[in-house]
């Protein structure tokens, strides 16, 4: 949540140690029964709800590790929350121009291999 859509709740501690959470919390964060989520503590004022996703070990590429290393140590130091949505948003962003790439050194490759794209290959390296 950025500071321009920032919103405060009070909740209050219940029996066993419960608290529940308001509607538009559950709505803004996309939370329904059973899902986890972290709380994150950097300091008393300083509180957060993490949506916690657990995802199979096998489907985690060491450049996915990586990443999510990285973002961990980013949260840890204060990093702005990012909404799933903007998260996905510049992902596919990010691929788009990664795809772009590979078909662009497809074509210098079919074209240098055909012979008539010398020029064309000696002109953009």
């Keep these: 949540m950025t ?3 920032q919103a405060e709740y009070t909740v209050k501690i219940a029996g066993k140690r419960q608290i529940t959470l308001p509607k ?9 029964q059973g899902d986890e989520f972290q709380i994150v503590v950097h300091s008393p004022t300083d509180i957060r ?25 980013e949260i840890e130091n204060g990093a702005e929350m990012v909404s799933q949505e903007e998260l996905l948003a510049k992902a596919k962003v ?15 490759l079919q074209a240098a291999e ?10 953009t390296s």
């Design 49 to 73: 709800l993490v949506p916690y996703v657990s995802i199979r070990r096998d489907l985690i590429t060491p450049e996915i590790e990586k990443i999510l290393k990285q973002r961990r140590a």
């Design 94 to 108: 990010r691929n788009a121009k990664r795809r772009n790439a590979g078909r662009r050194k497809v074509e210098l």
């Design 24 to 32: 538009r919390i559950l709505d803004t964060l996309h939370l329904k």
């Design 114 to 123: 055909s012979g008539s794209g010398e020029e064309e290959l000696s002109s």
């Design 3 to 5: 500071q321009s859509n």
